[in-house]
T-cell receptor, first 112, second 114 residues
Framework: GDSVTQMEGPVTLSEEAFLTINCTYT??????LFWYVQYPGEGLQLLLK?????DKGSNKGFEATYRKETTSFHLEKGSVQVSDSAVYFC???????????FGKGTRLSVIA | GAGVSQSPSNKVTEKGKDVELRCDPI?????LYWYRQSLGQGLEFLIY????????KSGLPSDRFSAERTGGSVSTLTIQRTQQEDSAVYLC????????????FGPGTRLTVL
């Protein structure tokens, strides 16, 4: 079945540092790919998505590019802020259906 | 309008008791999903409702788990004879349609089984 592998962290960065959280996937065909974020004490929110190969999703300074040749959807941000501290989940729709398959999540802590 | 709401926000129960968790999706969303988030397992899909179709129950971990969705709106997840391994955060999400639409998540219900 379809699956997602992401670096598990935790990741601790200083403010204004560059962030990369790796995500690779195994899927039949070319599904949409998502990054969700869970801030402390809150529910999951969609951060960005890409619906086809070579698409770049972006939001709040975060970017991820759908790379079919490497089956990757790495999340990047050029300059993180303390407010970016959260758990980040890479996800895709499960094979032949729409419930999402999630990576295990990466906890990011940004210190001032 | 309001987002997805879930109740209760926290539930503590004794092993062997039954619990009911409620989800109110966003009005007009035809698809509703239940997930479970636990420390050891990450986020797991449990069950999915799409319109009037039969639900996809392929993620339910045992026959102690069941869910219904009344009138295409509110959903209740029931866990019978709870076990300690059922302790987790239960998340509900809804979306406009089944395929590739953004899923909007509720804040979750934290279930603790003593």
């Amino acid at each position: 079945g379809d699956s997602v592998t992401q670096m598990e962290g935790p990741v601790t960065l200083s403010e204004e540092a560059f962030l990369t959280i790796n995500c690779t996937y195994t899927a039949t065909g070319y599904p949409s790919l998502f990054w969700y974020v869970q801030y402390p004490g809150e529910g999951l929110q969609l951060l960005l998505k890409a619906t086809k190969a070579d698409d770049k999703g972006s939001n709040k300074g975060f970017e991820a590019t759908y790379r079919k040749e490497t089956t990757s959807f790495h999340l990047e941000k050029g300059s993180v802020q303390v407010s970016d501290s959260a758990v980040y989940f890479c996800a895709l729709p499960s094979s032949g259906n729409t419930p999402l398959v999630f990576g295990k999540g990466t906890r990011l802590s940004v210190i001032a | 309008g309001a987002g997805v709401s879930q109740s209760p926000s926290n539930k503590v129960t004794e092993k062997g008791k039954d619990v009911e968790l409620r989800c109110d999706p966003i009005s007009g969303h035809t698809a509703l999903y239940w997930y479970r988030q636990s420390l050891g397992q990450g986020l797991e899909f449990l069950i999915y409702f799409q319109g009037n179709s039969a639900p996809d129950k392929s993620g339910l971990p045992s026959d102690r788990f069941s869910a219904e969705r009344t009138g295409g709106s509110v959903s209740t997840l029931t866990i019978q004879r709870t076990q300690q391994e059922d302790s987790a955060v239960y998340l509900c999400a809804s979306s406009l349609a089944g395929l590739y639409n953004e899923q909007f998540f509720g804040p979750g219900t934290r279930l603790t089984v003593l």
